[in-house]
């Protein structure tokens, strides 16, 4: 019972910015952090951004994010084909008392 | 460097239960700071947390899941568990165990990760 909604799919060609929304509600985004999963196909996912806009050691500077509000977005600068994967954006819920993922976005390099 | 690798039946019969073990090595399970996740995917489909264990036994479960889920740990042996009970056909997936990270900053603000994934096991129900 995923409540955090993004976008299916979006698309883009090499070297150009790609952006990912991620839209919550007061209990989960905007009083938690959200963090961001990468996953590439046929593999488990792994953490691409953490504290709303941190990114672990090793994931390239390409990768940003950002939050506001009930909000959060993702940004993919200077496209790669190896970003083909799906995204996910993460956060607790207060009122379920769970943590919730997003919907997930495939993002294709054209 | 810190591996998590899960473990269990790849085919479980409607109305079983489904059992499945998540192995920590490189590090124990029983260090704090750190919490103890499941989390499934059916095929095509998004994520699903299920839940998660604290080094202290404290659990939390998805309210969807709530009634049908028991998720333990033997800290001593670096392994924390899953049993999913009644399952049916909707159960089948793959099933990811992860470390969850807790992180805080100077003004105390407490935040959380899933920084560390096994590799998934698939789990079939079928008959």
């Known amino acids: 019972q995923s409540t955090l909604t993004q976008p299916p799919s979006a698309s883009g060609t090499p070297g150009q910015r790609v952006t990912i929304s991620c839209s919550g509600s007061s209990s989960n985004i905007a009083n938690n952090t959200v963090n961001w999963y990468q996953q590439l196909p046929g593999t488990a996912p792994k953490l691409l951004i953490f504290r709303n806009n941190q990114r672990p050691s090793g994931v390239p500077d390409r990768f940003s994010a950002s939050k506001s509000g009930t909000s959060a977005s993702l940004a993919i600068s200077g496209l790669q084909s190896e970003d083909e994967a799906d995204y996910y954006c993460a956060a607790w819920d207060d009122s379920l008392n769970g943590r919730v993922f997003g919907t997930g976005t495939q993002v294709t390099v054209l | 460097q810190v591996q998590l690798q899960e473990s269990g039946p790849g085919l479980v019969k409607p109305s079983q239960t489904l059992s499945l073990t998540c192995t920590v090595s490189?590090?124990?399970?029983?260090?704090?700071?750190?919490?103890w996740s499941w989390i499934r995917q059916p095929a095509g489909k998004g994520l699903e947390w299920m839940g998660h264990i604290y080094i202290s036994g404290s659990t939390n479960y998805n309210p969807s899941l709530k009634s049908r889920v028991t998720i333990s740990g033997d800290t001593s042996m670096n392994q924390f568990s899953l049993m999913l009970r009644s399952v049916t056909a909707a159960d089948t997936a793959v099933y990811y165990c992860?470390?969850?990270?807790?992180?805080?900053?100077?003004?105390?603000?407490?935040?959380?990760?899933?920084?560390?994934w096994g590799k998934g096991t698939m789990v079939t129900v079928s008959s």
């Open positions: 992860a470390r969850v990270r807790e992180d805080w900053d100077y003004d105390d603000n407490h935040f959380y990760y899933m920084d560390v």
């Open positions: 490189g590090a124990s399970s029983s260090s704090g700071n750190f919490y």
